[in-house]
C-alpha cells in the first residue's frame, strides 16, 4: 500500500516522482501538490494564496522546483539539433547565457517552452515546462541521424526567489554571485561540488535557480539555505498564482498547447522568420505570419466576488460572440479585481475593449481587455 504524507489525495507510486526535497516540503507543511513532468510540484503553503503573494513580494521564498526537468543533449551535433527544434535565433547563443526559446512542430504548435542553458557550445540543458521533451528530442536525432547524446541527468532546480534572495544568496555562495546577468549563470561551490547558479525563476520579483547536480545533496541544500535565511524571513514557496497572472507569465498547458503556435502566445520577438535559418515549422510559421494571426495572449480584468482560481476555462464574449476563453485567473489583492490570461480574438484584444466574462450561465461579470502584464 502505498501512502501519501502530505495528505493531498495523489495516490504515491514510482510514477509520480518525489524530488531531493519532497522530504522538506512535507516538513514545512505542503498544503498540496500538482503533478508536472510525472514529478510532484508544491502548490500552496501559507493558510492563503495572497499572504502567500505579499510574502513573495517582500521577502525570500524557497521553491522546490525540480519538476522543471533538464533534457540534456550534448555531441558534435547539439547545436544543430537545439537550433532545428526552436525558431529563436541560437547562433549568436554564448556559453553562460540562459535564453527562453519555444519549441515547435511542423505545423509550428507549441511543443514546449524551455530555458535553454548554453555549458559549451556541444553541451546543452532544456529546462522543459510539462511535456515529454526527451522523446521527441530522442526521435528527431535518431531520424536526422544526428550524433548527439540526449538524456535527463541527476539534476534538480531549487529557486530562491524574492527581493531578498540576492542577499541571502551573497550571504552563503559570495559577493560574486551579484555580478550574475539576468537570464545568466555562474559556477559556485557547495560541499565540495561545482554546481550551476542562474539569476533567473518564474516570478517577476528577482531571484535565482541553482541547478543542483546529485540529488542526494538535495537536503543539506536545502537547510544551509533554509538556516541562513532565517535572518531574511524565509519561508518554503512555490509560483504564486496572482503573481505569476499578473506578471503575464504564461504557463504550458495552461495558458498554450500545442494547438497554439509562439506567434499566436506574444512570443514573436523569439521567432526569425526573415533570416535564412532552418528549423522545424519555419513554412507554416511563415504562412501564419502572411496570413495575420487571429489571436493573441490578453490580460482580462473583471469584476465581482473574487476569484479563487480557474479549473475551467470561462469564455469571454462581447455581445454574443465567443471571442476568448481565461485558462488562469484569480483575485488581485493589488489591483482590486479579478485578473486572467486569455487568447483573445483579433477584433477585440485593443486595450479596454469591454468584454463579459462568463462564470457560468446566470453569472456574468463585465471585464475589459489588457496588456500583459497588468501594471
Not at 531531493?20 to 514545512?28: F, G, K, L, M, W
Not at 529563436?88 to 553562460?96: F, W
Amino acid at each position: 500500500m502505498t501512502v501519501s504524507k502530505s495528505g493531498s489525495g495523489l495516490n504515491m507510486s514510482r510514477r509520480i516522482r518525489r524530488s531531493p526535497y519532497t522530504d522538506r516540503i512535507e516538513q514545512h507543511g505542503v498544503r498540496g501538490f500538482s503533478v508536472v513532468n510525472h514529478m510532484l510540484l508544491p502548490k500552496a503553503f501559507a493558510p492563503t494564496v495572497e499572504e502567500d503573494y505579499w510574502h513573495l513580494r517582500e521577502h525570500v521564498q524557497l521553491w522546490d522546483v525540480s519538476t522543471q526537468r533538464q533534457v540534456e543533449i550534448r555531441g558534435p551535433d547539439a547545436a544543430r539539433l537545439v537550433q532545428w527544434m526552436s525558431p529563436r535565433d541560437l547562433r549568436g547563443a554564448k556559453v553562460g547565457q540562459c535564453l527562453y526559446v519555444p519549441l515547435v512542430d511542423e505545423w509550428g504548435g507549441m511543443i514546449n517552452d524551455p530555458v535553454l542553458l548554453k555549458l559549451a557550445d556541444d553541451h546543452f540543458w532544456l529546462s522543459i515546462a510539462d511535456s515529454d521533451v526527451l522523446l521527441w528530442a530522442k526521435g528527431l536525432a535518431l531520424g536526422a541521424k544526428f550524433d548527439v547524446e540526449i538524456d535527463e541527468p541527476d539534476v534538480s532546480p531549487l529557486a530562491v526567489q524574492g527581493p531578498k534572495a540576492e542577499d541571502l544568496l551573497a550571504k552563503l555562495f559570495g559577493e560574486n554571485i551579484r555580478s550574475i546577468g539576468f537570464f545568466k549563470f555562474a559556477w559556485i561551490e557547495f560541499q565540495g561540488t561545482r554546481q550551476l547558479m542562474a539569476r533567473s525563476g518564474f516570478s517577476r520579483q528577482g531571484g535565482f535557480e541553482i541547478y543542483l547536480r546529485g540529488g542526494h545533496l538535495g537536503g543539506a541544500l536545502w537547510d544551509t539555505i533554509w538556516e541562513a535565511g532565517r535572518e531574511f524571513n524565509i519561508t518554503p514557496g512555490c509560483p504564486n498564482l496572482i503573481e505569476r497572472i499578473e506578471g503575464g507569465l504564461l504557463s504550458y498547458g495552461n495558458e498554450f498547447t500545442r494547438a497554439d503556435t509562439p506567434l499566436e502566445c506574444g512570443l514573436k520577438d523569439y521567432c526569425s522568420l526573415s533570416s535564412d535559418l532552418e528549423y522545424i515549422g519555419r513554412p507554416a510559421l511563415e504562412k501564419l505570419q502572411a496570413q495575420g494571426i487571429r489571436r493573441d495572449m490578453r490580460g482580462v480584468l473583471f469584476d465581482g466576488p473574487p476569484l479563487s482560481g480557474v479549473g475551467i476555462p470561462l469564455p469571454v464574449k462581447s455581445g454574443d460572440l465567443h471571442v476568448g476563453q481565461i485558462t488562469s485567473g484569480i483575485w488581485s489583492p493589488r489591483l482590486r479585481r479579478n485578473v486572467g490570461l486569455s487568447m483573445i480574438d483579433r477584433d477585440f484584444w485593443t486595450p479596454g475593449q469591454k468584454v463579459e466574462v462568463m462564470l457560468s450561465p446566470d453569472d456574468e461579470r463585465a471585464g475589459e481587455v489588457s496588456l500583459l502584464p497588468f501594471s
